[in-house]
């Protein structure tokens, strides 16, 4: 805290002395956004600039504005045959060069054309073939929107459908499906999850490892997938990275109670095209706990290191590097203390819990001059999630294990996806993707005997194939389609899934349009799953899950969007999902499903006879930014079900019911002092509580240890959950620096929202536990 505080308090006072910076560049690459072709000769226009401040793109499609004033401004970009795109109330630096990657979409029909405005057309996907369901969320949003901690998942609970899991993770629940069937992409390439604290089995942990540092405009996707998304059935987060500027270096600093970030970027010589970027954070949320904020009696730290390098070629193409790694781990020591052992058991326990994952990848991407392109991505990518844990015994000295888990995986993917831009009209994507993942599981715990009893002990590895192809079409003006294949292959039991996808859009006006889509989506199960281990009677082991198939969806997504003005859109939703193929217990008095599991790997026997639905209404409300202020208020009501083993059909885990959620925000550009901004963001969210199995007291009394009313699975709601957040900020343009100083108040009104119940076997009792308290993030950024 003291370090903290001085280093803040120094780099106030460096910067106090220096004289503001009126000015910036400018600066991009304009290109098809279909064919990624570089667009020559397209106008970039300052809008409002007297005398007017204008550029013209060069052959390789790259601009330059000089002398820019800081602050927000406005940048109109046209060519002729394409639409016109405004891109207002982007934020000019004096610590950064803003650097601009700027896609135009040829029009369907000349002169008589409407231009479409980037700041209406901002919720739609970069992916053109994904019609229903998706929207781009840029970096500023990670950054800026209350609590989300420069974190894709914590943003995205903003959106309607979207539910947090629990407070102390990112865990998103999306239409009432299992946070576990969210797929991570990566410049087109599947990654592990990238979150530090995950566990196996799930798509969240404690808080992203990805810098937003590194993060381009992206998209998300909740339903009816465009036919390139494999192995998802709930969501999809597309990840796009920035490449670093390539004619200056720069830098950002960022302290906080979480600890410190740095990143560089910059050209590897002058002339060349190429660049890196690179960002390392180290945090401690030891910090906090010295603070006074309750987050456990557990030692807590991780750090993280991304980054994106790239080499364009003359000839060959265009050449880029990127990765993420992250070491994250929780320890707790026992304490020596019989006494205190009587009052609570797990004092006498000593924990390790360890999550690592890291992802290296390399991309190749060659235009052609048919106005195509073809991208070959081949990444290396692991996981390691470990936990022990240790008993002292009544001398003090000895210590006795009593649980044991050491979850390794590792994958080598390779994919080409082909893109022909045919005409104005029409245009296609075909593609493969392979997978090798690798794996060397085990978990054993030891039992009432005291001998261990091993649930996974397996190594080896497998091979998954996914194809697809998808064709976007416009008939008319208004009417356009879209409609493809994904096809997705286990080759461990031979299981597969065809699955068509198709989308239809009508626009009754500028104003009004139409959309209808449709998928059938497959998810592979946790790896583990497969391997759970049965020995009978005789000694004989045997995998009972092994030819487990896919489970697998059919979405529909009918869509309704109604454009008020030129910053602001009413859209509303109506979806339903019908899933089967899902593994279920193969034991009819027991009602497990794979759609309720957050996380782990469940070890007991399973068949594919599972069914679920989900379907709801979302209501959507968005002001984008404008005169300095956005808003979004988004709402959904919705059902979430499942078929157990014994026919009865149940509320899943992740019914809520409905959810609602305003996020906004406002600047104010001080009058005295122009290079200064204050932001003031808040975030509120209020959802119905998720179900649980409520538990039995009398027999677990009896018992001695947990007991639940399975004929009440999922019977019961814990209460409804409400939550504020609020985000101050503070930013100044100094010559050549950009600070920005920081307070995320979370959880603000400190309400305890339930998390759940357990029984006490000391006092014989049913307790609720709760969910984190009211949480400050303080931080410092320096961008120079």
């Not at 992203?208 to 339903?223: R, V």
């Not at 400190?750 to 709760?770: A, C, H, I, L, P």
């Amino acid at each position: 805290m003291k370090i903290l505080m001085i280093t803040s308090a120094w780099l106030c006072l460096a910067f106090n002395s220096a004289v503001g910076q009126s000015t910036q560049t400018v600066r991009g690459t304009v290109t098809d956004k279909i064919s990624q072709a570089p667009i020559s000769g397209a106008k970039i226009i300052l809008v409002d600039s007297s005398p007017v401040l204008g550029a013209v793109s060069d052959p390789d499609g790259n601009f330059r504005l000089e002398n820019v004033p800081v602050g927000r401004q406005s940048i109109k970009i046209t060519y002729s045959g394409y639409k016109e795109i405004s891109l207002d109330n982007v934020f000019v630096n004096a610590g950064k060069e803003l650097v601009l990657q700027v896609q135009l979409e040829e029009e369907f029909r000349k002169l008589e054309e409407v231009s479409v405005k980037a700041q209406v057309e901002k919720n739609k996907p970069l992916n053109e073939m994904s019609a229903v369901s998706t929207r781009t969320f840029s970096v500023e949003e990670t950054q800026k929107f209350a609590a989300a901690v420069n974190d894709p998942a914590r943003m995205a609970t903003s959106f309607a459908g979207v539910v947090t899991a629990g407070d102390g993770n990112n865990h998103i629940s999306i239409r009432g499906n299992s946070p576990n069937g969210l797929l991570w992409r990566m410049e087109g390439v599947e990654i592990p999850n990238p979150n530090h604290f995950s566990n196996v089995g799930t798509a969240g942990g404690g808080i992203s490892i990805l810098s937003s540092q590194l993060l381009g405009n992206s998209d998300f996707s909740t339903g009816a997938f465009a036919a390139e998304y494999g192995n998802a059935l709930s969501g999809v987060f597309d990840l796009r990275l920035r490449k670093g500027n390539n004619q200056k270096r720069e830098y950002t600093l960022q302290l906080g109670f979480l600890g410190a970030d740095l990143s560089a970027e910059g050209p590897f010589k002058k002339g060349y095209d190429g660049s890196y970027l690179i960002n390392y954070r180290y945090s401690t949320l030891n910090i906090l706990g010295r603070m006074g904020v309750p987050i456990g009696d557990a030692n807590t730290n991780f750090q993280d290191l991304s980054f994106n390098i790239y080499l364009p070629t003359a000839k060959m193409g265009k050449f880029s590097l990127f990765g993420f790694g992250g070491l994250s781990y929780q320890t707790t020591e026992a304490e020596k203390d019989s006494l205190r052992w009587k009052e609570d058991d797990f004092l006498r326990y000593n924990t390790w819990f360890s999550s690592n994952t890291g992802a290296v990848g390399a991309t190749h991407t060659y235009l052609f001059k048919n106005r195509s392109y073809l991208k070959t991505a081949l990444v290396f990518s692991a996981t390691e999630n470990g936990y022990h844990e240790e008993r002292f015994l009544s001398d003090y000295v000895h210590l006795d294990s009593t649980y044991y888990q050491l979850f390794g995986q590792q994958k080598i993917t390779l994919s080409s996806t082909y893109t022909q831009k045919i005409s104005s009209k029409t245009n296609f994507r075909t593609g493969f993707i392979l997978n090798r993942p690798g794996y060397k599981l085990q978990q054993k715990q030891q039992n009432d005997a005291g001998q261990f009893e091993e649930f996974i002990n397996v190594k080896g590895n497998t091979e998954t194939v996914q194809a697809f192809f998808q064709l976007n079409h416009k008939w008319t003006p208004k009417l356009s389609t879209n409609a493809g294949l994904h096809y997705y292959q286990l080759l461990l039991n031979k299981s597969y899934s065809v699955e068509p996808r198709a989308s239809v859009k009508y626009e009754f006006s500028t104003k009004h349009d139409l959309s209808l889509g449709y998928g059938l989506h497959s998810q592979l199960q946790p790896i583990g799953v497969y391997f759970a281990q049965a020995t009978d009677s005789s000694g004989v082991v045997s995998f009972p899950n092994r030819d487990l198939k896919l489970s697998r969806a059919h979405h529909l997504v009918l869509a309704y969007d109604i454009k008020l003005n030129m910053y602001s859109h009413i859209k509303t939703e109506l979806y339903y999902q019908h899933l089967f193929d899902v593994p279920i217990s193969a034991d009819t008095s027991n009602t497990f499903s794979m759609l309720n599991l957050l996380d782990g790997y469940y070890t007991g026997e399973l068949v594919n006879k599972g069914q679920g639905k989900n379907y709801g209404l979302e209501l959507t409300y968005e002001r984008f930014l404008h005169k300095n202020l956005y808003y979004l208020l988004s709402a959904s009501v919705y059902e979430s079900k499942y078929q157990a083993s014994n026919g009865k059909w149940y509320d899943t885990r992740f019914n809520t019911n409905y959810a609602a959620s305003l996020t906004l925000g406002k600047d104010w550009h001080l009058q005295k002092r122009k290079n200064r901004v204050v932001g003031i963001n808040i975030k509120t969210i209020y959802t119905g509580g998720f179900r649980y199995t409520p538990i039995d007291l009398e027999a677990s009394l009896l018992a001695g240890e947990t007991r639940f009313k399975t004929n009440e699975t999922f019977g019961k709601q814990i209460p409804a959950y409400f939550r504020l957040d609020i985000r101050a900020s503070l930013k100044r343009n100094y010559e050549k620096v950009t600070t920005t100083l920081a307070l995320d108040i979370q959880n603000t009104t400190n309400r305890k929202n339930v998390g759940g119940q357990y029984f006490d076997s000391k006092t014989g009792e049913v307790k609720y536990w709760y969910q984190t308290s009211l949480i400050p993030v303080l931080s410092y950024r320096v961008e120079f």
